[in-house]
């Protein structure tokens, strides 16, 4: 599977909710099929997207946060994992495309590589809705049921080792920041409703 593929096949759900993405490929991927105001990519902090999204999760819980992260960006902040598990915000997805290597920073392999299982480990820790998905199908098919269960959840999706030729973003990130604040501010406004 590849990631980009997945991000298309949810893409008209996440122009619903809040999305935090983490910085390289992912970040990169989901621009190229249309930035939206409530996309915030995180740029140059990796490893934090899962925290920034249980922060937004946890003050804001009238709004659906969905984490997009990678194996190399997760296996950073393992204790990310044991922090959600512990305040189990009903209203986040943490979605981990997990090509087993840093392919942002020329493609070292990461622990997963190796044997080193996501998903068994977010359990571990506390997370009782996790998957472990391999085709867009089991994909698609996980991530509607996490937005249907409202309550914490962990979705592993393992992707091919491809990502874009560039890893540049077009929007300048203090105007993304700035952007993302403003539209929190204004659902806050506006009772917290996505149109």
Same mark, same amino acid.
């Given at each position: 599977m590849l990631r980009i593929d997945a991000l298309k096949a949810i893409y008209p759900s996440l122009e619903k909710h809040i999305v935090v993405t983490i910085m390289g490929a992912v970040a990169a991927e989901l621009q190229s099929l249309g930035h939206r105001p409530n996309f915030f990519y995180l740029q140059h902090a990796m490893g934090l997207a899962s925290s920034m999204g249980l922060g937004i999760a946890l003050s804001r819980p009238e709004l659906k946060v969905i984490v997009l992260d990678g194996d190399g960006s997760i296996l950073m902040n393992l204790g990310s994992?044991?922090?959600? &598990?512990r305040y189990h915000p009903k209203n986040l997805i943490?979605?981990?495309?997990?090509?087993?290597? %840093?392919?942002?920073?020329?493609? $070292?392999?990461? &622990?997963?590589?190796?044997?080193?299982?996501i998903a068994?480990? #977010?359990?571990?820790?506390?997370?009782?809705?996790? #998957?472990?998905?391999?085709? %867009?199908?089991?994909?698609?098919? &996980? $991530?509607?049921? #996490?937005?249907? #269960?409202?309550?914490?959840?962990?979705?592993?999706?393992?992707v091919e080792a491809k990502g874009p030729s560039a890893f540049v973003t077009d929007l300048p990130l203090l105007e993304n920041r700035f952007q993302f604040q403003r539209y929190l501010r204004d659902l806050r406004k506006h009772r917290?409703?996505?149109s």
């Amino acid at each position: 599977m590849l990631r980009i593929d997945a991000l298309k096949a949810i893409y008209p759900s996440l122009e619903k909710h809040i999305v935090v993405t983490i910085m390289g490929a992912v970040a990169a991927e989901l621009q190229s099929l249309g930035h939206r105001p409530n996309f915030f990519y995180l740029q140059h902090a990796m490893g934090l997207a899962s925290s920034m999204g249980l922060g937004i999760a946890l003050s804001r819980p009238e709004l659906k946060v969905i984490v997009l992260d990678g194996d190399g960006s997760i296996l950073m902040n393992l204790g990310s994992l044991t922090t959600m &598990a512990r305040y189990h915000p009903k209203n986040l997805i943490h979605i981990v495309f997990d090509n087993e290597s %840093l392919l942002s920073v020329g493609g $070292f392999p990461t &622990a997963t590589s190796t044997g080193s299982d996501i998903a068994q480990i #977010a359990s571990a820790s506390g997370i009782s809705r996790t #998957a472990t998905v391999h085709t %867009l199908e089991e994909f698609t098919s &996980a $991530f509607s049921q #996490a937005l249907s #269960a409202n309550e914490l959840a962990t979705i592993v999706a393992k992707v091919e080792a491809k990502g874009p030729s560039a890893f540049v973003t077009d929007l300048p990130l203090l105007e993304n920041r700035f952007q993302f604040q403003r539209y929190l501010r204004d659902l806050r406004k506006h009772r917290g409703k996505i149109s």
